[in-house]
Structure formats: structure tokens, C-alpha cells
């Protein structure tokens, strides 16, 4: 059994900037639903599936700007011409039977981390094998010995096969240290910030050397000189 989970939004929004601006009959634009469904038929083809399902972000406010008022605060406003192709792109899975969903207060990152989870957690009496396909760096922290990740590396064209030893050699960290990575160097694109001073090449330093930043604060907090530290 081999379960694909698509991150809906992920994709189309890479459809909507690699592709130039296709239009239908009607002169809507549909560059997104074109390369949404160009990178579908590809995982089917290259991974053959035997379940899929897509997750999709709602418009609503999730969980995280109720914590963090600033969070994606820096982003501009959907345009419509990608916002108005989501829709379409959901009636074309409904018609071709594959399930989609979105659950308002959540992300599709939420919605698929939790289904992986999930399914792992059954996988000796099924034997699941998970891969989520996105292009979003954040869901690489869910790789490991169950998990996959089908990341597209160059536009829709080049997509690459992540296990817990790629992520890795891709990001310099194990797929579980994500979180720890982040909270130490920000995520500009999602607006919130890590600690002042702490580069990428700093942070891969101290989760290597103090493994979590519990550990690295714990350091901190037993007055070790900085040179210790960095």
C-alpha cells in the first residue's frame, strides 16, 4: 500500500510561477490548473500510487496567527488569477474521484503531517508507505524510515526523492532537527524570527553539538563562555 499526500497549495502556487499565464476558451487564467495536474499525472507515473489525497490551506486564520499576530503578516494578497484557479483545480479532483480536503484553523502542512502520522502508526498491520509531495522545505521535518518526501527542485520539470539521508545532505540537518533550525534562524517567508545573530552555518553548528535548543539553552543557563557555545 503506497499512500501519496499532495500539498495542494505548495504546488499549484509553483505551477502558478513557473508556467506563463495560459488561458481557456474563455480567457481565464489556467496556468496553475495545467501544471497542478501536469505534476499529478507525473507522481502517479513515477511513484504509482495505490491511494492519494490532496490537503489545501482554507482562507481562514489557522491556529498560528492566533499565537504569533505577525505570522505571514509581510505577505501580499493572493492575486486573483491564481486564487480563482484553486477552485477549479478542486472541481477536477472531484471529478476524477481523488479526495481533497481542508479544515478551516489549519494548514495543509497540519492536515498532511497528521495523516502521515497516522497512517505510520498502522503500518505494521497494513504496511504503509507515505510520500508527500511538496515544495515547501518546512515538511521535510517529517521524513524519516516511514516517510518520503517528492520535492520538486527545478520548476515542474525536476523532482527529487527525499529520505532522511537526502534531507540531510539537501539541508545539512536530519529531518528531525526542522524545528530546531528554525527557531533558531527565522523563517522570513512565514515572517517570524529566530535569534539575533544566529546564521544557518551557527544553528547547523549548535543543534549538532547541544542536539536540541533545549540543550543549547541549557548550555546558556550553566553560564558556559559564548566561545563555548558557538
Do not use: C, W
Amino acid at each position: 500500500m503506497k499512500l501519496i499526500l499532495i500539498d495542494g497549495n505548495a504546488i499549484v502556487h509553483r505551477a502558478y510561477h513557473a508556467l506563463p499565464p495560459l488561458t481557456n476558451r474563455e480567457g481565464q487564467v489556467v496556468n496553475a490548473v495545467y501544471g497542478f495536474f501536469t505534476m499529478l499525472f507525473r507522481v502517479v507515473e513515477d511513484l504509482k500510487p495505490t491511494h492519494l489525497i490532496v490537503a489545501f490551506d482554507t482562507e481562514k486564520p489557522t491556529f498560528r496567527h492566533a499565537a504569533f499576530v505577525g505570522y505571514q503578516a509581510q505577505r501580499p494578497r493572493i492575486e486573483s488569477d491564481l486564487s480563482e484557479q484553486f477552485p477549479i483545480v478542486q472541481e477536477a479532483l472531484r471529478i476524477a474521484g481523488i479526495p481533497f480536503f481542508a479544515v478551516p484553523g489549519y494548514e495543509a502542512d497540519d492536515l498532511i503531517g497528521t495523516l502521515a502520522k497516522r497512517s505510520i502508526k498502522h503500518k505494521a498491520k497494513n504496511k504503509i508507505e507515505v510520500i508527500i509531495v511538496t515544495g515547501d522545505r518546512d515538511l521535510l521535518q517529517l521524513v524519516n524510515e516511514n516517510v518520503k518526501a517528492y520535492f520538486p527542485v527545478k520548476g515542474l520539470t525536476e523532482a527529487r526523492l527525499f529520505d532522511a539521508a537526502g534531507v540531510k545532505d539537501y539541508l545539512g540537518i536530519e529531518p528531525s532537527k526542522v524545528i530546531e533550525y528554525k527557531a533558531l534562524v527565522g523563517d522570513q517567508s512565514d515572517n517570524y524570527p529566530g535569534v539575533p545573530g544566529i546564521g544557518p552555518k551557527t544553528a547547523i553548528s549548535l543543534i549538532e553539538k547541544f542536539g536540541t535548543l533545549e540543550g543549547v539553552y541549557q548550555a546558556i543557563f550553566k553560564k558556559k563562555k559564548v566561545g563555548d557555545i558557538s
